[in-house]
């Protein structure tokens, strides 16, 4: 059965659009680099969001072969998500499929900017990992809100701030299960970053976690 393909301008349309990325905003996988010599790799496909063909993925009967041809019909995506949307149609729907398209080629503008795009994560599902740490935290700000900077330490280790009247927050190893692993997750969510001074561990938190916690 004839299949109403894309033509070579519009794949080259939809790929360089998304940024050379996967449209799936949960992946943006690269899909073209260097091969061994000197030529390049292109793992992308340029997906039918109504199929290209009667027994395809959300094939519409009333659309023109020339509108299922159509850069409007097309998404960029790794060869995973473009198995994967075919393989579920009632999921990957016509609303998510061109929701995906609009957001990747949003993405890829403020990237070609020099923007850095991350997807952002919930502090309340970090808090659900360590809930007495987070009341810790709140007290601490609630009796310092101007205070940002925190160190790991173990009770067995003094720590020396004589002379400083800078106020840091302090949270022991022995008073957490795993503190040191959860610090770790946190600095992944962007609730704080290592400033990297000396051996202690000291970490700031960011400020769109300190409105979280003060707000909460």
Known sequence: MPRDN????????????????????DCRLPTAG??????????????????ASPEGAR?????????????TNGIWLCQTHAKLIDDDELTYTFGVLH?????????????????VIRRGRSFADLEKKAPKLFAEMRQDLSNHP?????VI????????????????FMYFLQDYDNLRGFIDVMENY???YDVDVGKIPRYNY???FIEYLVTQ
């Open 146 to 150: 101007l205070v940002r900077e925190i």
């Open 153 to 168: 330490l173990s009770r067995k280790r003094m720590y020396n701030n004589v002379g400083n009247d800078k106020v840091v």
């Open 99 to 115: 929701d995906w398209k609009a957001t990747a080629e949003a993405m890829a503008g403020l990237e070609a900017k020099g923007f």
């Open 190 to 192: 962007g609730a704080i």
């Open 34 to 51: 260097p091969d061994a010599g000197e030529g390049t790799t292109n793992t992308g496909v340029a997906a039918h969001i109504a199929a």
């Open 206 to 208: 960011n400020e769109d």
């Open 6 to 25: 894309f033509p070579g301008d519009v794949v080259d349309r939809l790929a360089k659009r998304s940024g050379m990325k996967c449209s799936n905003p």
């Open 59 to 71: 094939y519409d009967e009333a659309m023109t072969p020339e509108q299922r041809s159509a850069f």
